[in-house]
C-alpha cells in the first residue's frame, strides 16, 4: 500500500489569505498528481493534477510539486468562505489513485 | 446528465444481509473505479475494470466483495454478510483509459452505507 500523508488539520485562515496545503509519498516512482477537494457529505472533485516539478497554475490554485522531496502542494491564494473543505492528495500508481486523509481547511469571514 | 450516478443514495441495512450498490460510469470512459470512503480518512481502493475485465483487487478486500461489471458499462458492488465494519460511503469512479493520469477520475456521488 502506498503512503500518502496529510496533515489532518484543520487549518485556519481569514478569507482573503493564502491558504498552503502539503502533502508528502513514499513511492519514488509515482509520476502523477492530484488534488481534490471534498465537501462535508459530498464526493470529491478534482482541482489540479501535476505531473512534472515545479509550479502550475489554475485561476486562484497552485499546485507544487517536488519528486526529489516526494513532495506535493496546493496553494490557494485570495481564500474564500466557499474554499472551506477537505483537501485530498492522491498519487497515481499503475492507474490506481492513492489518498491522503486529507486536510480540512476553514476560512474565516 | 453526463455524470457519474450511483445507487441508491444511501442503504441502511441488518447486518448479515447482502447489498448490492450500482454504477453507471460517464458513457465515454472504459474504466471504473470502485472505493470505499469511512470518516476522516481519504478514499480506500476496493477493486477497477477495464471494459467487462476486472484488473485488480485490492489484497485488503474480504471474499464478502464481489464486483461486476458485466457488459463493459455500468457495474455492481455486492457486499455479502454485511457487518458493522462495512458501513462507509462507497464511491465509484470512472475515467479513460487512455487518460486516467491526465485528467485524474469522475466520482460518483457515492452510496452511504450505514449496517445496523
Known amino acids: 500500500q502506498k503512503e500518502v500523508e496529510q496533515n489532518s488539520g484543520p487549518l485556519s485562515v481569514p478569507e482573503g489569505a493564502i491558504a498552503s496545503l502539503n502533502c508528502t509519498y513514499s513511492?519514488?516512482?509515482?509520476?502523477?498528481f492530484f488534488w481534490y477537494r471534498q465537501y462535508s457529505g459530498k464526493s470529491p472533485e478534482l482541482i489540479m493534477s501535476i505531473y512534472s516539478n515545479g509550479d502550475k497554475e489554475d485561476g486562484r490554485f497552485t499546485a507544487q510539486l517536488n519528486k526529489a522531496s516526494q513532495y506535493v502542494s496546493l496553494l490557494i491564494r485570495d481564500s474564500q468562505p466557499s474554499d472551506s473543505a477537505t483537501y485530498l492528495c492522491?498519487?497515481?500508481?499503475?492507474?490506481?489513485?492513492?489518498f491522503g486523509s486529507g486536510t480540512k481547511l476553514n476560512v474565516k469571514p | 446528465d453526463t455524470g457519474v450516478s450511483q445507487d441508491p443514495r444511501h442503504k441502511i441495512t441488518k447486518r448479515g444481509q447482502n447489498v448490492t450498490f450500482r454504477c453507471d460510469p460517464i458513457s465515454e470512459h472504459n474504466r471504473l473505479y470502485w472505493y470505499r470512503q469511512t470518516l476522516g480518512q481519504g478514499p480506500e481502493f476496493l477493486t477497477y475494470?477495464?471494459?467487462?475485465?476486472?484488473?485488480?483487487k485490492s489484497r485488503l478486500l474480504s471474499d464478502r466483495f464481489s464486483a461486476e461489471r458485466p457488459k463493459g458499462s455500468f457495474s455492481t458492488l455486492e457486499i455479502q454478510r454485511t457487518e458493522q465494519g462495512d458501513s462507509a460511503m462507497y464511491l465509484c469512479?470512472?475515467?479513460?483509459?487512455?487518460?486516467?493520469?491526465?485528467?485524474?477520475?469522475?466520482f460518483g456521488s457515492g452510496t452511504r452505507l450505514t449496517v445496523v
Open positions: 469512479a470512472s475515467s479513460s483509459a487512455l487518460t486516467p493520469t491526465l485528467y485524474g477520475y469522475t
Open positions: 513511492d519514488r516512482v509515482s509520476q502523477s
Open positions: 475494470f477495464q471494459n467487462e475485465a476486472q484488473l485488480e
Open positions: 492522491a498519487v497515481e500508481d499503475f492507474n490506481k489513485f492513492y
